[in-house]
């Protein structure tokens, strides 16, 4: 039987940073990935945001970790050389109703430590962003885009330079305790494999509901279960990306799966729509698009990117938002829980890691090597 101190299940980029940080202090780290690379699911469908801190309740994980991990973002984009840019961000109302949503927003960001936000008239939106039609807007400095591919591979460098094990194409499809810690049976290829090991974290993603289950947990009982919502994209025609020089997204609506449809720019300059929200009725893991929402893409964008024209979108892409609330439930924050309480003494679990997860991801990685501290000296 193989065996290991830590096993990381999932190697997105929640999983690869805490990889990084963990081998920084402690030898015998395993990751395991059922796909034969990265981030091939979440953390690469996405609209590669570093996001502020704006939306999140005072004093919640994803907060506190988005507030956190986008300073720690920056500095480590900085001195690695991963490509970023801080282009700051819009958050615009298209009616005058929507401004009062706009200030507690404003208000929700000052409690959450977010201190360059600032509120603008239409005067003012108009100076900084002519081609944006709004009654009023808040603007975020500190909002950016990352090249997440690269920030991915650098914690998988990092945590293989640091003599991390990276196990690609293994499936983990069997968890028990036992005295040592846990046996994890791991299907590679044909051949299935056995690991013991001290620490399981899960940061299996869209299926870490169910490695927690595999763990003996109650996901019921716990409110652990995900619920799958998906998001399309549309790109934009290139002669229209020069329209805009900042992210612009709407007033997000109360109880919404997501922040509504915005505007952004990629780090080659390109232009696109989206995410929209559909929860799905099963776990399909449907990463097509439907040509036939060209036209709410459209009737979403035109209200505050009047330049933008039906035929200049086309398809792009799709992912799937690994969601703890279901279809109009309220705010649900990340679950990151050492499970002793349960029994599971060296279980900790990683659930509902969706946006603010890129931003948050280093922050995740040092509460995570915090909570493996307590179990390892």
């Known amino acids: ?56 309740p005072k004093d919640t994980l994803k907060a506190k ?71 009023a807007a808040l603007h975020s400095p500190s909002t950016g885009i990352i090249n997440s591919h690269k920030l991915m591979q650098l914690f998988q460098d990092t945590a293989q330079n640091n003599g991390a094990i990276m196990s690609y194409v293994s499936e983990v499809i069997d968890i028990k305790k036992n005295v040592y810690g846990y046996i994890v049976m791991v299907r590679n290829n044909n051949e299935t494999i056995f690991l013991n090991t001290k620490v399981v974290i899960n940061s299996a993603g869209l299926d870490s509901d169910r490695i927690a289950e595999m763990g003996g947990i109650d996901i019921e009982h716990f409110n652990y279960r995900l619920h799958y919502c998906k998001g399309q994209y549309f790109r934009v025609n290139h002669s229209k990306s020069h329209f805009i020089k900042r992210l612009v997204y709407p007033v997000p609506k109360p109880k919404s799966a997501g922040l509504g449809v915005h505007a952004t720019l990629d780090l080659c300059g390109s232009l696109r729509l989206g995410p929209d929200e559909k929860y799905l009725n099963n776990r399909n893991k449907d990463y097509s698009v439907d040509s036939s929402q060209k036209n709410n893409f459209y009737s979403a964008a035109n209200r505050l990117l009047p330049f933008i024209n039906k035929d200049d979108l086309y398809e792009d892409i799709a992912g799937i938002r690994p969601k703890l609330q279901r279809e109009g439930e309220d705010f649900r924050d990340f679950i990151i829980q050492e499970e002793t309480d349960k029994g599971l003494t060296g279980f900790i679990n990683l659930i509902g890691i969706e946006s603010p997860g890129l931003t948050s991801s280093l922050a995740i990685a040092k509460y995570s090597t915090g909570l493996v501290g307590n179990l390892i000296k």
Not at 9 to 16: E, P, R, T
């Open 65 to 135: 970790m988005c507030v956190e991990g986008r300073s720690l973002l920056y500095e480590i984009c900085q001195k690695n050389n991963i490509p970023f840019k801080k282009i700051g961000k819009l958050i615009v109302a298209s009616e005058k109703d929507e401004i009062p949503a706009l200030e507690e927003l404003f208000q929700r960001g000052k409690d959450n430590g977010v201190d360059d936000l600032r509120l603008i008239d239409a005067a003012d939106l108009k100076k900084i962003e002519p081609s944006v039609n709004g009654v």
């Open 1 to 56: 039987m193989d065996e290991a101190d830590i096993l990381i299940i999932g190697a997105g980029v929640i999983g690869l940073a805490i990889a990084a940080e963990l081998s920084k202090k402690y030898k015998g780290i395993v990751v395991i990935e059922r796909h034969n690379s990265f981030g091939q699911e979440t953390s690469s469908r996405n609209s590669e945001v570093i996001h502020a801190g704006i939306y999140y």
